[in-house]
């Protein structure tokens, strides 16, 4: 192995004066092999890079200190993912942004951020296997991972030292542990994530992530987000014992300025092709920054046995009841009450409602004219799953459209997605198409009483096919366009086709 002579005056003082335990240096680029006994130091003073064959084989502390050329002192690993070995402790130690980076994994015993600046932040997954202390400064996580397997753990993490992501709305930078969890945890928080655990079950060997990415409200509350943290803990949302309990710890910097007070924890469950947020009604202590759910199994303590199919996902954050997250409807549903069609019936189930004050049911024939057609009063707050009902003893007499109108207290209202009935089993319909003669461009409305896939034919006066397209409708109106400038002038017809062929309809066009 050939190395750089400044390389050759490292090993020799590392090696045979150890009276000297420290050593100074600019950029230092690790090409070779370099080997720190417990008893040393390395101080690099601009940072070090790995390239090629290159590795640090460490007993004792490396400093990434500061240099005059701010920010020039980074850990950059473009070497392998051997390229740090022993039982060492990297510090990074600046007043300036630092970066640990490279095209490969950097796996840390010791890592320790002591930043007095801007903090240190991820640019690649790293490991750290023992301790991964926090005395200083932030981690800035991005969209790496930081994992610390089976044996690393947090220290000193603190409101002012913490670890997050730069960006709450768009960073899905984790980090996680992976720890046997048994059926004799109480208030068990693995690795220092910032959770406690007490279950009676055996959920075995599984990884559990903490996450800063803001988790987006279901249903007419896409617009809420959640606090900046959530956690995934495997299996927990699958049990059904008699002892389950998942607490939340927080930052206050992470609470996106909602009310502390206010907040409440939200596991994810899904029920068909619905995935909404459930509340978990408990305390919250602002003093410790701790939110206890009730202790309860979560199946039960939930929708009981009467929800067989509800999935329990693994996911759980904390939202604020000034902002909440979960879908109001997880059952609306439409149908004929009797056989003569003569009057239908409306159900619709509820998992959660936050200052609810009543339901508008409403309808209409052309989805452009709705009318109120009843009233019944919301159950105000509730974290239970409730039923409701209402008959119309008046549909119209071909097709008729259904929307539910949630009215909070404070006059707010969101409207449900649209329901049809139809008398005759009409599907789809062409309702307008414009402009009509049409030049470039022409837009058609379909209405349709499903979700469905349909075939687009253009027909020439001939009858030829010179357009085919296929696409989705979906129940209501929906709104298609097509770019015809380079047809021959004539009269066409448009034709719609779902694709059973049970269903068409058409209409009539003039191309200029």
């Known amino acids: 192995m050939i190395f750089n002579i400044k390389y050759l005056l490292i090993l020799f003082f590392l090696f045979f004066f150890p009276a000297i335990n420290s050593f100074s240096q600019d950029l230092l680029c690790v090409k070779g092999q370099i080997k720190i006994n417990s008893s040393c130091e390395l101080y690099a003073k601009g940072g070090i890079t790995g390239t090629g064959s290159g590795q640090i084989t460490s007993n004792g502390n490396i400093y990434i200190k500061e240099y005059p050329t701010a920010g020039s002192e980074n850990w950059t690993n473009n070497a392998s993912d051997n390229f740090l070995q022993g039982t060492g402790t990297v510090i990074f130690n600046s007043s300036e942004s630092q970066n640990i980076t490279g095209a490969n994994k950097t796996g840390f015993y010791n890592l320790t951020i002591n930043n007095t600046g801007q903090g240190v932040i991820i640019g690649h997954n790293i490991d750290v296997a023992n301790t991964l202390l926090m005395t200083d400064g932030d981690i800035d996580l991005q969209n790496s991972i930081i994992d610390l397997g089976e044996t690393g753990t947090i220290t000193g993490e603190t409101e002012l030292n913490r670890i997050k992501v730069g960006n709450t709305s768009t960073n899905t930078g984790t980090i996680q542990t992976t720890k046997t969890i048994n059926g004799d945890a109480i208030n068990l928080d693995p690795a220092n994530l910032g959770l406690e655990i007490t279950t009676d079950q055996n959920l075995g060997l599984i990884t559990i992530v903490r996450g800063h990415q803001r988790q987006q409200g279901s249903g007419s509350f896409t617009l809420n987000y959640s606090i900046d943290r959530y956690f995934d803990i495997p299996g927990i949302g699958e049990i059904n014992g008699s002892n389950v309990n998942v607490k939340l710890k927080y930052w206050d910097s992470e609470l996106q300025g909602y009310t502390?007070?206010?907040?409440?924890?939200?596991?994810?469950?899904?029920q068909s092709s619905n995935t909404w947020w459930a509340p978990l009604t408990g305390t919250v202590n602002t003093g410790t920054n701790l939110y206890t759910p009730a202790n309860e199994p979560y199946t039960s303590y939930i929708y009981g046995s009467a929800y067989p199919n509800i999935i329990f996902n693994n996911r759980f954050t904390l939202g604020s009841t000034d902002a909440p997250l979960p879908i109001e409807l997880i059952d609306w549903t439409v149908k004929w009450l009797d056989n003569n069609k003569t009057r239908s019936?409306?159900?619709?189930?509820?998992?959660?409602?936050?200052?609810?004050?009543?339901?508008?049911?409403?309808?209409?024939k052309d989805l452009s004219s709705w009318v109120i057609i009843g009233s019944i009063q919301a159950s105000g707050n509730s974290s239970s799953t409730i039923?409701?009902?209402?008959?119309?003893?008046?549909?119209?007499?071909?097709?008729?459209?259904?929307?539910?109108?949630?009215?909070?207290?404070?006059?707010s209202f969101t409207y449900s997605n649209i329901l049809a009935l139809t008398k005759d089993n009409t599907v789809i319909e062409i309702i307008n198409i414009y402009p009509n003669p049409v030049e470039n461009t022409v837009f058609f409305e379909v209405l349709s009483t499903q979700n469905t896939n349909v075939n687009t034919y253009i027909i020439e006066p001939l009858g030829k096919a010179v357009f085919t397209r296929k696409a989705q409708v979906v129940v209501g109106k929906n709104l298609f366009y097509i770019n015809i400038r380079h047809f021959a002038s004539g009269t066409y017809i448009l034709k719609v086709v779902t694709d059973t062929g049970n269903h068409k309809t058409s209409k009539q066009f003039i191309k200029k």
């Open 260 to 270: 502390e007070a206010n907040l409440v924890q939200y596991q994810s469950v899904t």
């Open 345 to 364: 019936i409306l159900n619709w189930t509820t998992a959660s409602e936050i200052n609810s004050a009543n339901f508008e049911i409403q309808h209409t």
């Open 387 to 411: 039923n409701y009902e209402y008959i119309d003893n008046n549909p119209y007499s071909s097709i008729t459209y259904y929307r539910l109108k949630q009215i909070d207290y404070d006059g």
